[in-house]
């Protein structure tokens, strides 16, 4: 409880300084920076009737959408891959070497190639959407099978236990925090490439407002759409976290 306390204070004391910095003292420009007054015009603007195209729960919609299909994508293929990669040592010698020479190139870099094999649509925004989320969900899936305590796995051996059932009842269990870690992540990746992705032929999103705000000069727009982003990030891990409780309540 102090801890939300002491957040709630510093946010008040942000928005003073924000206040007094824009406003009467005057020690920011309003090109450079929306004062209180301007980003209240911005939702109210957004709310109704709407900027780049849509109101903002269109926007939103749109965004978060994408960020969940991409993530979802990203969890269902690179959780199972680092699993396979962690558990069997001549998977790892053929996939590792070539993950690793395929994960520094940044996800932006794909967009040319991404319009090229998917075109403008919906499905090249989720793919380079994946591309951020997939490489975190295999590397801590895989530093977390690797992680096994080779005494649990000798214990599970005494008690009879198959390599099938040492997987799945002790390398996956003893894995998953790690593996939540990386999905946390992952879905940080999600949203620091939202904007990226919306480049490619959007016509909503909280990432087409901040393209459109930037063109148009309106630093209330750009903050506006940066705040959504900052908030829907926040509770969507907020909500990741609470499935984390559920699903290993021993490490909570």
């Known amino acids: ?30 090109v450079k920076f929306p004062s209180v007054g301007d980003a209240y015009d911005s939702v109210l603007w957004l709310l109704s009737p709407g900027y780049a195209g849509a109101s903002l729960f269109v926007h939103i919609r749109t965004s978060v959408g994408l960020v969940l299909a991409g993530f979802v994508m990203a969890i269902a293929t690179g959780v199972p891959i680092g699993i396979l990669m962690g558990w069997n040592e001549l998977a790892d010698s053929y996939l590792n070497p070539i993950f690793q020479i395929l994960r520094p190139i940044a996800p932006i870099a794909w967009i040319p190639l991404t319009i090229l094999w998917f075109g403008l649509g919906i499905t090249a925004k989720i793919f380079v959407i994946w591309l951020a989320a997939f490489a975190p969900a295999v590397i801590n899936t895989h530093t977390g099978i690797r992680s096994l305590n080779p005494t649990l796995v000798e214990a599970a051996k005494v008690l009879g236990a198959s390599k099938r059932r040492l997987l799945w009842q002790v390398a996956v269990p003893n894995a998953l925090p790690t593996i939540f870690a990386g999905m946390q992540i992952s879905l940080q990746a999600c949203w620091m490439v939202l904007v990226a992705a919306e480049l490619v032929g959007s016509f909503t999103g909280l990432g087409h407002i901040l393209i459109i705000a930037t063109r148009d000069l309106n630093p209330g727009m750009i903050f506006i759409a940066m705040v959504c982003i900052a908030i829907l990030g926040m509770l969507m891990n907020f909500v990741l976290l609470r499935i984390r409780r559920k699903v290993i309540p021993w490490r909570n």
């Open 1 to 30: 409880m102090k801890r939300y306390a002491i957040g709630g204070i510093l946010i008040l004391v942000l928005v003073v300084v924000w206040y007094l910095a824009t406003g009467p003292l005057g020690l920011v420009a309003a």
